[in-house]
């Protein structure tokens, strides 16, 4: 569990990670474990430039929580 955004991640609340969601309804939460590995497998999709600052923290703490600080980009 994330420190400011909980167990589970509403999408829309968060535009970059709306757009990787684009299959589902982005208004569903969903676990915050699985939105780790959204950002993580789509991260050549993620345009970094238009991060919100609020979306730049959830990927922070998703990478400390469930990546031990690294997330694998390549």
């Not at 991060?51 to 923290?57: A, F, H, N, S, Y």
Request: glycine share 4%.
């Amino acid at each position: 569990m994330t420190m400011h955004f909980g167990a589970m991640i509403v999408p829309a609340e968060f535009p970059e990670l709306s757009a990787l969601v684009w299959n589902r309804d982005p208004a569903r939460p969903i676990p915050a474990r699985d939105v780790f590995f959204l950002y993580e497998r789509n991260w050549r999709f993620v345009d970094r430039e238009h991060l919100t600052d609020k979306e730049r923290l959830l990927i922070e703490e998703l990478t400390e929580e469930f990546g031990n600080g690294r997330m694998l980009t390549a």
